[in-house]
Structure formats: C-alpha cells, structure tokens
C-alpha cells in the first residue's frame, strides 16, 4: 500500500517569495508517479506538475518545480514568486505505474500568501 | 479549450430524495473517475470507468451508482442521500490507467457541491 505525508497542514508566505511544500511518500513498487494539485476556496483540483519515479530530471513547469529525491522518497513542490493567487489548498499525490491502483493523496497543506 | 465540466455546481436536495450529478468531458479520455470530499479532506474515490469496465471502490456505499452512457458522459446516482452524503463531488479523467506514467495524470472538473436537507 501506498502513503503520501504532507507535514505541513498551513504554510504562510510573503508574495513575490519562495516557499516549499514538503511530500513523503512510502511505496514498494519501483515504479510510480507523482503529481502535486492545487485546490482554490472554489473546489476545483488543478494538476499543477508530474514527476514519475525513472525520471532524471526535475519537473518543472513555468513557476512550479518538483524536488526530487528519490532516495529520501521526497517530492516537495517549490512554489517561485508566489502570488496572491497560489492561496489555496495544494496535495500531493501518487500512482504505482503498471498497477490498477488508485491515485493516493496526502491530507494537503494549506497555503497563505501575504502582502 | 479541452475540460472536465460538472453540472450544477450546487445542488442541493432533501433527505432520502435521490438525486444525479452530471460529468462531462471533451479529452476523449478513456478513464473517468468519481471522488467524494469532505471538508479539509483529501479526495475519496468512489468508482471509476475504464471505458465501458465499471471498477467500484470496496467500502463505497451501495447508495451511490454510476452510469457511462458514452465516452464523453458519466453520471453519479445517489438513490437516498443522507445528511453524510453532504459533500464536493469531483469528477476526473485520465487518458489511461495502469500504464505509464503522465498518461495517468487525472484532470479535474470543478465539483459538484451537494447539501442534503
């Protein structure tokens, strides 16, 4: 079985800065995916960035990067210049690849960004 | 743009009065999935359609069905909605399940919040 652990239930950040979001996982499988989505006051889940676990490289998409380290079994999202916008609940998430299992979430950090 | 799209946003329904949450999708995805959220929850999943395969979730509750007329539609059947059932309904689709990675990736509409009276 797989388990995601955001330690962080709330996060406050001054706008225009960087912040990470911490994500811990626990799998056997050697192969999977990771996902980090962000959910707004208004409910929708936004897919904000994938990492899979043979992936070289980072992820990184426009402001939002993906630090991996596979060997920590860490997947923390780094948020650059945040904005007034980014206040909203972000999960992370993971996929055994190869399997028909479920899409796991962590229980989510919710994020504040400040003037 | 290609979406998920979820109708109505709100409903809301009275105690044991049955009631059906629309999905639909332009991705021409194969899978689509139902998740119920509480407040500050994680998602839960439901069940979930690979392509016309219904897969329900062990501990869901008989009270909740789903039905996939077609690629692009999925609806979610509450036969006798209780006070618990009082939640966000999410829909989501992904391109595939059970392969390779990013394809796995699923996209959300923007909920279905449901009150139960």
Redesign the interface.
């Given at each position: 079985a797989q388990k995601i652990t955001q330690t962080q239930p709330g996060m406050f950040v001054q706008e225009k800065e960087a912040v990470t979001l911490d994500c811990t996982y626990d799998t056997s499988d050697p192969s999977y995916?990771l996902?980090w989505?962000k959910q707004p006051s208004?409910?929708?889940?936004?897919?904000l960035i994938?990492q899979?676990s043979y992936d070289q490289q980072n992820a990184t998409e426009g402001r939002y990067s993906l630090n991996f380290q596979k060997a920590r079994k860490s997947a923390n999202l780094v948020i650059s210049a945040s904005q007034l916008g980014d206040s909203a609940m972000y999960?992370c998430a993971m996929?055994p690849?190869?399997?028909?299992?479920?899409?796991t979430?962590?229980?989510?950090t919710r994020l504040q960004v400040t003037l | 743009d290609a979406m998920v799209i979820q109708n109505p946003r709100y409903q809301v329904t009275q105690f044991g009065k049955p009631v059906t949450l629309s999905c639909s999708q332009t991705l021409n995805h194969n899978v689509m999935y139902w998740y119920q959220q509480k407040s500050s929850q994680a998602p839960k999943l439901l069940f979930h359609y690979y392509d016309k395969d219904f897969n329900n979730e062990a501990d869901t509750p008989d009270n909740f069905q789903s039905r996939r007329p077609n690629t692009s539609f999925c609806f979610l059947d509450i036969r006798s909605p209780g006070l618990g059932d009082a939640a966000m309904y999410l829909c989501a689709t992904s391109r595939a399940r059970g392969l390779a990675g990013k394809q796995e990736t699923q996209y959300f509409g923007p909920g279905t919040r449901l009150l139960v009276l």
């Open positions: 995916g996902f989505y208004s409910g929708e889940m936004i897919f994938y899979g999960f996929i690849t190869g399997t028909a299992s479920k899409l979430f962590g229980t989510g | -």
